[in-house]
């Protein structure tokens, strides 16, 4: 029941986009989204709410289409930072963390 | 603000011995967690404190895992008696209320090695 994220990597050049998909078999209350960086804690970056409702960052956006279960995150114009671990967070009966994408972002 | 405090930051021990984890939330902040993560893998809720009280637990070995938040701030996580696959970082995150709607602030972690 972990929710699935595609890709599973991603190789970027700084500049372009990427786009992460994340996708629940259970129905949803809220999607949060992290990045960790290698040896590191995750990070908040946003979180997505029944309703249409969004906190996060300015320049990272996501979707949150609840009849589909399905988030995804928009990562454009990529810069160097951007480079690590992305997880979906599926806020549903529980707190199940995505399988991850790994994206890496050279110059 | 001072962030979440994890100790201690690294631990080797042998299988069979046991191993406490110490994590201190952000002032304020209501709910706590302790998550495990494997090496390769995204993070595991062990479980979840609202104020002193446990929201979930469904997750934690309860053979040998125990954990408590008496006041509700600091937290203790315990692991007796270890095992090899315990080995992995062991994240306290904290939120200011349950994490439907409110951000986790994750600490350092704790890396768990069990030889």
């Known amino acids: 029941q972990q929710p699935v994220q595609s890709p599973q990597a991603v190789i970027l050049r700084e500049g372009e986009d990427a786009v992460i998909n994340c996708s629940s078999s259970?129905?949803?209350?809220?999607v949060h989204w992290y990045r960790q960086k290698h040896g590191e804690a995750p990070v908040f970056l946003m979180i997505?709410?029944?309703?249409?409702e969004q906190k996060g960052h300015d320049k990272i956006s996501a979707s949150f289409n609840e009849k589909k279960q399905q988030s995804s995150l928009y990562l454009t114009a990529s810069q160097l930072s951007y480079s690590g671990t992305y997880f979906c967070?599926?806020?549903?009966?529980?707190?199940?963390f995505g399988t991850g994408t790994r994206l890496q972002v050279f110059p | 603000e001072a962030g979440v405090a994890q100790s201690p930051r690294y631990k080797i021990i042998e299988k069979r011995q046991s191993v406490a984890f110490w994590c201190n939330p952000i002032?304020?902040?209501?709910?706590l967690y302790w998550y495990q993560q494997i090496l390769g893998q995204g993070p595991k809720l062990l479980i979840q404190?609202?104020?002193?009280?446990?929201?979930?637990d469904s997750q934690l070995p309860k053979d040998r895992f125990s954990a408590e938040r008496l006041k509700g701030v600091d937290s203790t996580l315990k692991i007796q008696p270890a095992k090899l696959e315990d080995s992995a970082v062991y994240l306290c995150?904290?939120?200011?209320?349950?994490?439907?709607?409110?951000?986790?602030?994750f600490g350092p972690g704790t890396r768990l090695t069990v030889t």
């Open positions: 995150a904290s939120s200011f209320q349950p994490g439907r709607t409110y951000e986790q602030y």
């Open positions: 259970k129905a949803l209350y809220s």
């Open positions: 997505l709410l029944k309703g249409g």
């Open positions: 967070v599926m806020i549903a009966d529980k707190l199940i």
């Open positions: 002032s304020g902040h209501a709910t």
């Open positions: 404190f609202q104020n002193n009280g446990v929201v979930d």
